[in-house]
C-alpha cells in the first residue's frame, strides 16, 4: 500500500485535510466512524463555527502561532463551504453555530469530498512502527487480527489530545512528536468542571445562575451550573482552560442592578424577610446555600445600604478554590499539545523534520468554548492540505 500522504486521525482536522488534498491520501482511525467528536458536539448538532473567531480567543505559548491559518481560512470560509452544501444552520449566542438538523451533515459533508478525491478511508485501524527512510515514511496497518505494510511520502498527525478516552483519545501525536524530537507542552484537561473534594454543593445541584467567572485569565459572562461534584456550566468550563491547580476561581454571581433594586425593594417590602426578597435575583436554592456562608438574617429594612454593599461585594468577589476538575473523562479538549515552536504556522510542518505535519487538537492551540476549536481544525487542516498540494505540484514540476 503506497500513498502520497498518510493522515493519521479521522476528526475535523484530518477529515479536512484529506478532503482537500490531491494525490493517493489515505485516512486511518481507529475508531468505527470518522467525526466522532462532531457527532456528539453541541448536543449532536455540532457548533460548528464562531462569528467571532480570532486569535484572542486561542490559547497557545505562542499567541501569533495561529494567526496565519486562522486568516488563511476564516470562519465565513467554512460558512460558505456549509451553505454550498445546503446544511441549514443558526445562531445561538455569542456568535456560536449550529446545524438546524444533524451533526451528522458536516460528516456527511466532509466524506463526500473525500469520496470525490477518491481518499482510501481505513476505519477500525491501528498503526504502529512509524519510520522515516529518506523520503517516505514506513508504518504498519492492523485491523481484525492482520497486519499489512504501507508507506507514505508525506505524514499528517491529526489524531488530537487526552480528552474523552472513552471514545479511544490517546496521546498517540504526542509520542510521535517525541520520537521524531518535537517537543510537546504540558498539557492538562480544559474545557472542564470544576471538582471539590467536600460535596460542598451537592444540595443545590443543578441550580444555575448567570455569573461572571475568572480563574487567571478573562473574565467569562455566561451560565453558571452548581453540581454534585462542583462547578459546570459554559462560563466554568471556559475558565477552567486558565486554571491550574491550588489557584482560586472568583465568582460574580451579582446582577449589575442588584444593589439599586434591593434599595428599591426595601421601600415597598421592607418588612418581608431579606432572603425572601434576594430571591427575586438569586436562585431560591442558591440563596439558601448563601444563608449558610453569609449572615442573610432579618428583614430587608434592618439591611443598610452599607450592609447592602458589602454582601453585594462579597457577591462578586466569591472566592473558591476547586481541589481539581472532572479530568480528561469529560474534557471537551486538551490544552497545550506539540510545541508550535518546532511548526511552520503557515504550513504545520515540523521544522527540523521532513515531511511531517501535526493538525488540530494536537497542536499547543487551544480556543474557547463555542465552536472556536472546530474553526481551529477546519483551518489548520486546510493550511496542511494547501501547503502539501503546493509542495506536490512543485515536485511533479521538477520531474
Not at 478532503?19 to 449532536?44: C, F, N, Q, W, Y
Not at 456560536?96 to 476505519?123: E, P, T, W, Y
Request: negative net charge; proline residues 4%; aromatic residues 10%.
Amino acid at each position: 500500500m503506497e500513498f502520497d500522504t498518510a493522515i493519521i486521525g479521522a476528526g475535523a482536522a484530518g477529515m479536512m485535510c484529506a478532503a482537500h488534498l490531491d494525490g493517493r491520501t489515505l485516512l486511518v482511525d481507529h475508531a468505527k466512524a470518522p467525526g466522532e467528536k462532531i457527532r456528539i458536539s453541541g448536543g449532536g448538532r455540532c457548533n460548528f463555527t464562531n462569528l467571532y473567531t480570532d486569535a484572542n480567543a486561542f490559547i497557545c505559548t505562542n499567541p501569533h502561532f495561529p494567526k496565519s491559518a486562522l486568516a488563511r481560512y476564516t470562519q465565513w470560509d467554512f460558512i460558505a463551504l456549509v451553505d454550498a452544501y445546503g446544511i441549514a444552520w443558526h445562531e445561538k449566542t455569542l456568535g456560536q453555530l449550529f446545524c438546524d438538523n444533524s451533526a451528522k451533515d458536516i460528516i456527511a459533508m466532509l466524506r463526500g469530498l473525500m469520496d470525490a478525491r477518491d481518499v482510501a478511508l481505513h476505519l477500525q485501524t491501528s498503526i504502529s512502527d512509524v519510520v522515516h527512510h529518506g523520503d517516505h515514511y514506513t508504518f504498519t496497518l492492523h485491523k481484525d487480527g492482520n497486519s499489512r505494510p504501507a508507506r507514505a511520502r508525506r505524514l499528517v498527525i491529526a489524531t488530537g489530545g487526552k480528552s474523552i478516552p472513552k471514545m479511544g483519545a490517546t496521546g498517540f501525536a504526542y509520542d510521535i512528536a517525541a520520537q521524531f524530537s518535537l517537543p510537546v507542552t504540558a498539557t492538562r484537561p480544559a474545557l472542564v468542571p470544576f471538582t471539590f473534594a467536600d460535596g460542598r454543593f451537592a444540595e443545590i445541584s443543578g441550580t444555575a445562575t448567570p455569573a461572571r467567572i475568572r480563574a487567571n485569565g478573562p473574565e467569562f459572562e455566561e451560565a453558571l451550573l452548581f453540581t454534585h461534584r462542583g462547578l459546570s456550566g459554559p462560563a466554568v468550563l471556559q475558565a477552567s482552560s486558565y486554571w491550574q491547580e491550588g489557584e482560586v476561581v472568583t465568582l460574580n454571581i451579582a446582577p449589575d442592578d442588584m444593589y439599586e433594586s434591593l434599595r428599591t425593594q426595601r421601600q415597598t417590602s421592607g418588612r418581608k424577610n431579606f432572603t425572601t426578597e434576594l430571591a427575586r435575583h438569586l436562585p431560591a436554592r442558591l440563596v439558601d446555600h448563601l444563608a449558610g456562608l453569609f449572615d442573610l438574617s432579618g428583614n430587608l429594612a434592618d439591611w443598610s445600604d452599607k450592609r447592602l454593599g458589602a454582601l453585594i461585594d462579597a457577591l462578586r468577589q466569591w472566592e473558591l478554590t476547586p481541589n481539581g476538575t472532572e479530568g480528561y473523562r469529560t474534557a471537551e479538549v486538551t490544552l497545550g499539545g506539540v510545541d508550535t515552536d518546532a511548526l511552520s504556522a503557515k504550513t504545520m510542518a515540523a521544522k527540523d523534520q521532513p515531511d511531517l505535519y501535526f493538525i488540530g487538537e494536537a497542536v499547543d492551540v487551544t480556543g474557547w468554548l463555542g465552536g472556536y476549536n472546530f474553526q481551529w481544525a477546519w483551518a489548520s487542516g486546510m493550511a496542511a492540505a494547501a501547503a502539501l498540494n503546493t509542495e506536490a505540484k512543485s515536485a511533479e514540476g521538477q520531474r
